[in-house]
């Protein structure tokens, strides 16, 4: 046992002063020990709330959770713990700190430890409890951050669309969906007229701005449901649930329409651009999404060649 | 009359630590067994004590008295085992055994169990 | 070069920890009013590049597992690892007094960490005491979730490369749940521990 070899402080003094929460419980659940942290940030000070049941001092404990807390302690005889992460706090208490980050209560540690009686047996439980709502708060932050990562690697930047590789998780669950429910599901392909033109003779900022635009206007003049891509360069990719192929030509059609009317601008300069699209609705033949996704890159490849800034759904007009 | 005397423990250790309480003047031939198909195989050749641990790799104790009560095999039993649950005191008192001697082994008590039950 | 335990050194090991579990089952079981099934422990020298290979052989594991960790120090360094069954821990919940009362469903998490440190405090007094070492250990917390063993014993993640691992296996009858805990106690804490053994060993 540490003790000092000269006559040191006064150990009494130190638990009720240190700065943790410290509470002792004897058999019968009565608090014997009750030190100013608990005084301080209960409201309660020490002679109101000594002998008396900890259960009944304090209503608001998860009651059934620490008995069986104590229980385990009194019969094993050895530490028990509770984490923050796993419940919040045991005691309700306010915090201090100045940001709440939507913390409304200290956040808590405890440990709960067996101490021996004159008899030698364990006679009581120390409860000692830790402040941790500072490190809940940066683990809170930590997350939130975290996860702002994951959504960005699904994302491509500069549009802030889905990238490929996600556009391409979406379409098979939307796929998925369809071969268990039925039910219609369509995609369009997208891609812009003479973009590398643009880029060379109107330089690669105006380029990104015509991205951008094409981007504000598909999430403008689609449904949160549907899902857009960026494929890369001037490729975009649209997946419509629950839409057929009329729906889906409709849709592109409005599309282009917003192109037309409200070009991109850059550098205060109206950028005008157009758009050719492939369309295609996903049958029961299909084995999986590539198919549905060939047909509409074969239906976009017609529209490039019939002249650009126009429309084709695959299968019509003897496409294939 | 020699007693005829098994002692059951995978663990070498532990049929060491029930060897050394064995009351040093007895007049007794002691076999040893590793498993439970050793012990049986030994209480088979006939035997007047078994001391049977409880956590065995192939048979568990439990097992082994079950098979002695199949095959009517009756030899007074003191389980020794780590395993101290009361539940598996119960148990082990409800398959025939005679005692239940708690590791590790303290030397009086399984003396004084002994004498208990006649063996002394 | 870490040199294995001597047979006899084994053995004894073994045995001590067999006393160990018998002590931690008998705490489970008198908290929980239920049977704890016992196997026989495991104990081997591992390296870290081969420790969840040794693991998977051994344990009858899923192939999954959710992990909780805690470390002991003070006498002998090492860390406690308790591994479970995902989703197991709703087959106990009631037993621990966590049912979903005051704060809703309780948390795996709680349920996991909860059987975890009564089962690791219980052995590791167990072996304290027949050892004669003491232990301290920090509080238990989740370290890992659902996760293949190969990536819960990473050797990339692991701060040793030699460990004496010790395997105990609990299992709940009544109850559908099974716990492996594992015992790792890394190279400087061998020779303590093999100085402990010895000292028993001289007293046969």
Known sequence: MAQAVEPGPDFSALVE??????????????????????????GQPADEVVGANIFTAFPELPERWLRQKLRSVFLLGHQAFSSWEQRPYLFKFPHNRPITGGVDAMRQDCTFF??????????????????????SIYQERLQRTTQELEELSARDRLTWLYNRGQFETELLAAFRHRERHGGHLSVILLDIDHFKTIN??????????VLRHLAACIRNRFRVSDVAGRFGGEE???????????????AAQRLRQEIHDEPAVHNGMAVSFTVSMGVSEA?????????????????????????????????????S | MTLS???ADDSTLGRKQVLRALPADWDAEVRQAKNGEETLAALREGADLLFLDLTMPDHTGFDVLQMMGDEGIACPTFVVSADVQPRAMERAKELGAVSFIEKPVNVETLQARLAEHGFR | MVEPLSEDQADA???????????????????????VTLAVPRVQLVDAANAAEAVQETANLPDTVTAVRQAFFHGLRGEALTLFAPGGGHNVADLLGLDADELGDPPEDEILIETSNILVGAILSGLGEQLETQFSYTPPSIFATNTPMDRVLNPDDLEWT?????????????????????????????AVIRQALDRLLEEF
């Open chain 1, 236 to 250: 975009f990719a649209l997946c419509l649930p629950e839409t057929d192929a009329e729906g889906a030509r409709l």
């Open chain 1, 17 to 42: 002063n240190i700065n943790v929460g410290i509470v002792v419980v004897n058999r019968d659940h009565e608090i014997v020990c009750w030190n100013r942290f608990m005084a301080a940030h209960s």
């Open chain 3, 162 to 190: 030699t460990a004496l691992l010790v395997e105990v296996t609990f299992t709940l009858e009544s109850r559908n749940f099974t716990c492996h805990v594992l015992v790792l106690l890394a190279e400087n804490s061998i």
């Open chain 1, 200 to 209: 060379d003779h109107q330089g690669h900022d105006t380029g990104d701005a």
């Open chain 3, 13 to 35: 090991l073994q045995e001590v920890t067999n006393i160990a579990m018998g002590r931690a089952a008998r705490s489970l079981s008198t908290l929980l009013d239920t049977f």
């Open chain 1, 114 to 135: 067996p101490l021996a009686d004159a008899s030698g047996e364990t006679g009581y439980v120390c409860i000692t409890i830790f402040d941790m709502t500072d490190a």
């Open chain 1, 283 to 319: 049958d029961s033949g299909m084995p999986d999404p590539e198919a549905l996704m060939k047909e509409a890159d074969l239906a976009l490849y017609q529209a490039k060649e019939a002249g650009r800034d126009r429309i084709v759904v695959y299968g019509e007009n003897g496409a």
């Open chain 2, 5 to 7: 005397v098994i002692v």
